[in-house]
């Protein structure tokens, strides 16, 4: 007798349930193998699962069980701002919160520059290039540059942007090492932030699978903010305003926004920490005076 898509997917819950693991992987990874909508997958939950495809499920289910290894680097993809991402465990895997820092960017460049069409845009540890290449294809007539010190993430997103169809000039270096003396309007970046501390405490489906490279931020979790804040004005262009844009950890806000307020203390025209949907620290943000 046959197995049915529901009856695999109640197997599937309860083994993830009772090892406290996300209970709907089952679901996704059934969508994926089957290339269905979750819409699809509902309105016929009834249907038959060949062996192979159910053979496939589980073994995925199991792995997850028992190692924890993220299903975005099982099926290879993750989404992003609409869009769907090459991902390895070269890169970090494109987070939801990141998808308001994008849009923040574009919200606080229409109100503080005049020209927004034609801002040029960095974006320094770009990892899957999601960041990068959203704001390329977001804003099309933008100029938009990225830089990651790895070679092999640099290759994940450079083949993300080609495949989207997203301009974006890419650079191998040391955070704005490779920038250095080219003229910028806005800086964005998701840099490194877990604190040593918290990376004894990560999740094991993020402390033994994304690259610790992009993840460990020094003891304090703000090396890196520290660093690009020391090199800014080695790229601010000439607009009369210069935007950053920073991803934090949900309790870093005030922290790096006191960061900016000692690198740049008769220069800024706005300062803002934002919190993302559930409440927590997510970005801060900052407009500098150039002129």
Known sequence: MSEKRYELLNWASSLLKANHRDENIGEILLCERLHLSKTDLIAHRGDDVTDQDALWIRTRVNDHVLNGTPVQYMLGSAPFYGRLFKV????????????????????????????QQSLSVCDIG??????????????????????????????????????????????????????????????????????????????DTVGNFEPHLALFGGDDGLTFYRQILDNIPTVIGQSPHFLIAFEIGAYQGEDVANLIRTAFPRSIEALSVEKDIAGYDRNVMAVLRTQ
């Open 126 to 203: 770009t990892g899957s290039g999601a960041i990068a290449a959203t704001l390329a294809l977001e804003h099309p007539k933008w100029k938009v540059s990225a830089v990651d010190i790895s070679e092999r993430a640099l290759k994940i997103a450079k083949e993300n942007a080609s495949d989207l169809g997203a301009h974006v000039d890419f650079f191998q270096g040391d955070l704005l090492e490779p920038l250095k003396d080219n003229p910028f309007d806005v800086l964005v970046s998701n840099p490194p932030y877990i604190s040593g501390r918290e990376m004894d405490e990560l999740d």
């Open 88 to 115: 390895t465990p070269d890169v970090l895997i494109p987070r939801q919160e990141t998808e308001e820092l994008v849009w923040r960017v574009g919200t606080w460049a229409s109100r503080y520059f005049s020209d």
